[in-house]
């Protein structure tokens, strides 16, 4: 089974700065997808990202890109030019795609992001 | 377009009550999951269906049953509640053929079981 581990329950960052989360997930396969979904207080999961296994590119999204790292088995997320509206939990997901598109999302524990004004 | 509703938005139950959870999207996707999301946790998901009348099990399947017998709708239904089962459930659905198989989520049922 897949894990995904995010070490840094919170993190507090200045606005206009910029922050980087950390998330490493453990698989034995070699075709999948990660994500990071944002959840404000509101409840409602949004996705910010999403980098595909066999690209190897790194995905940017605006402000946010990550930093996927295929064999240490790491996604990191990078939020430039941090902004209130920024202020969530992040998490980040793995699905694998051996299942023909069908499996659901692991997700890791979350990270509490903090914008300090 | 409504995207993924779920119904009702919260719940209170007693221990032993039964409850069903409706979840419903209007996107056509084939594929649809239920997920529940406790205190310091991410989402872990429960059971999942590839299309209409199908479904699966998933991580943490104990205490639940589903059914998908409208391709927009999947029910997550509870038999007799139990305290652990007080969590924030999530309904999510995707395209088949989607690459990337992103999944389109519900704004969630808080359910708390005394």
Redesign the interface.
């Known amino acids: 089974a897949q894990t995904v581990t995010q070490s840094q329950p919170e993190m507090s960052v200045q606005e206009a700065e910029t922050v980087t989360l950390s998330c490493t997930y453990d698989t034995s396969e070699s075709d999948y997808y990660l994500f990071w979904y944002k959840q404000p207080p509101s409840r409602q999961m949004i996705l910010v990202i999403r980098q595909e296994a066999y690209k190897q590119q790194n995905a940017t999204e605006n402000r946010f890109s990550v930093n996927f790292q295929k064999a240490a088995k790491s996604f990191s997320l990078k939020i430039s030019d941090s902004q209130l509206g920024d202020a969530a939990m992040y998490f980040c997901a793995y699905r694998s795609n051996s299942g023909g598109g069908a499996d659901g999302l692991t997700f890791g524990k979350g990270t509490h992001l903090i914008i300090q004004p | 377009n409504a995207g993924v509703t779920q119904t009702p938005k919260f719940r209170v139950l007693k221990t032993g009550q039964s409850m069903t959870l409706l979840c419903a999207q209007d996107m056509n996707h084939e594929?649809m999951?239920w997920?529940r999301q406790d205190p310091?946790?991410?989402?872990?998901?429960i059971h999942?269906s590839?299309g209409e009348g199908t479904t699966a099990k998933?991580?943490v399947p104990d205490g639940y049953n589903v059914s998908r017998l409208k391709k927009q709708n999947f029910l997550l239904g509870l038999e007799s509640a139990a305290p652990s089962q007080t969590s924030?459930y999530?309904c999510?659905s995707?395209y088949?053929?989607?690459?990337?198989?992103?999944?389109f989520?519900g704004?969630?049922t808080r359910l708390t079981v005394l």
């Open positions: 594929y999951y997920y310091g946790m991410g989402l872990r998901l999942y590839v998933g991580e924030v999530f999510a995707s088949r053929r989607l690459a990337g198989g992103k999944q989520f704004p969630g």
